[in-house]
């Protein structure tokens, strides 16, 4: 064979080598690139939950995983949320009553309803009698538990604290009647298109008395209103933050296109000693 055939014939070897190469390595980006999606989704699915809650035709013995399978209360859901994760929980139109406190510690529990038919979806506490350390019966709200780095997120739903229908009722004080509870916690809520009812109970309280905790509160759109209380004379402490204790505790408090009615200004609305406060509001 001549030199010129000799090297025409490696040539030609050596371009079917490359397109083999070629090949192999196309089959090998398309099986990192599925390797990749499936490592991508995998941990997605292990950081995060999301869970349905139907108050009507739901089950907490559901695994709340779609709408056929949906719990039937909200500390049902959260439930299933492990420490770290997000837990994302669609709520069906209806009323959401807390049967019993909700730990949010270490999570991030975002909160869905409707934009467009927030006051439809309405979340509130259910009201209990206990005691303090001292053995004095105060009136209990059942309440999201923020403890340490713990977020509380909703969008589109209507919160409604406590209601005290008895006005011969035990009094009740920041800690134990808010409907979110920062005891021994640090934490923050944050609020969009929603709508915060004030009854007899606080939204949120700031506590230094006993035990030290703060929860940070940004809203957006939406709208704080004093609720009406029927008949009831029940005195509660109606504010929509109020403190247990009176020390200058840190936290933030910001709005933006907020509404407030009911109230004569946010200082009368939140209850707290406003001199450590980091607020576009006060």
């Given at each position: 064979?001549?030199l010129?055939?000799?090297?025409?014939?490696?040539?030609s070897?050596?371009?079917?080598?490359?397109s083999?190469?070629?090949?192999?390595m196309?089959?090998?980006?398309?099986k990192?690139?599925?390797?990749?999606?499936?490592?991508?989704?995998?941990?997605?699915?292990?950081?995060?939950?999301?869970?349905y809650?139907d108050?009507?035709?739901?089950?907490?013995?559901?695994?709340?995983t779609s709408?056929?399978?949906a719990?039937?209360?909200?500390?049902g859901?959260c439930t299933?949320?492990?420490?770290?994760f997000l837990?994302?929980?669609?709520?069906?139109k209806?009323?959401?009553i807390?049967?019993?406190?909700?730990?949010?510690?270490?999570?991030?529990?975002?909160l869905?309803?409707?934009?467009?038919?927030?006051e439809?979806?309405?979340?509130?506490?259910?009201?209990?009698?206990?005691?303090?350390?001292?053995?004095v019966?105060?009136?209990f709200?059942?309440?999201?538990?923020?403890?340490?780095?713990?977020?509380?997120?909703?969008?589109?739903?209507?919160?409604?604290?406590?209601?005290?229908?008895?006005?011969?009722?035990?009094?009740?004080?920041?800690?134990?009647?808010?409907?979110?509870?920062?005891?021994?916690?640090h934490?923050?809520?944050?609020?969009?298109?929603?709508?915060?009812?004030?009854?007899?109970?606080?939204?949120?309280?700031?506590?230094?008395?006993?035990?030290?905790?703060?929860?940070?509160?940004?809203?957006r759109?939406?709208?704080v209103?004093?609720?009406?209380v029927?008949?009831?004379?029940?005195?509660?402490?109606?504010?929509?933050?109020d403190?247990?204790?009176?020390?200058?505790?840190?936290?933030?408090l910001?709005?933006?296109?907020?509404?407030?009615i009911?109230f004569?200004?946010?200082?009368?609305?939140?209850r707290?000693?406003h001199a450590?406060?980091?607020?576009?509001?006060?």
């Amino acid at each position: 064979m001549s030199l010129e055939s000799q090297i025409t014939a490696l040539v030609s070897a050596a371009n079917k080598l490359t397109s083999e190469v070629a090949n192999k390595m196309k089959g090998i980006d398309n099986k990192v690139d599925k390797a990749t999606t499936a490592v991508d989704e995998f941990l997605k699915s292990s950081t995060s939950r999301q869970l349905y809650v139907d108050p009507i035709n739901g089950d907490d013995g559901n695994d709340g995983t779609s709408w056929a399978k949906a719990k039937r209360t909200i500390s049902g859901a959260c439930t299933e949320v492990p420490d770290s994760f997000l837990g994302v929980i669609r709520l069906a139109k209806g009323e959401h009553i807390l049967d019993r406190n909700v730990s949010v510690a270490g999570k991030v529990i975002t909160l869905i309803g409707s934009s467009s038919d927030k006051e439809g979806y309405v979340i509130r506490g259910m009201p209990y009698l206990g005691e303090s350390s001292a053995g004095v019966t105060f009136t209990f709200s059942t309440s999201f538990l923020m403890g340490l780095r713990g977020y509380l997120v909703a969008a589109g739903v209507t919160f409604k604290t406590l209601f005290v229908e008895d006005s011969s009722s035990p009094a009740m004080r920041a800690y134990s009647g808010s409907l979110v509870s920062s005891q021994s916690a640090h934490g923050m809520v944050l609020l969009q298109h929603s709508i915060i009812e004030v009854n007899h109970g606080p939204f949120l309280h700031q506590h230094d008395g006993g035990s030290f905790g703060t929860c940070d509160l940004r809203m957006r759109a939406v709208t704080v209103e004093k609720g009406s209380v029927g008949g009831s004379t029940y005195t509660g402490l109606r504010y929509l933050i109020d403190q247990n204790g009176e020390e200058a505790v840190p936290y933030e408090l910001y709005g933006t296109s907020v509404e407030l009615i009911g109230f004569s200004s946010w200082a009368d609305a939140v209850r707290v000693n406003h001199a450590n406060i980091t607020s576009n509001l006060l």
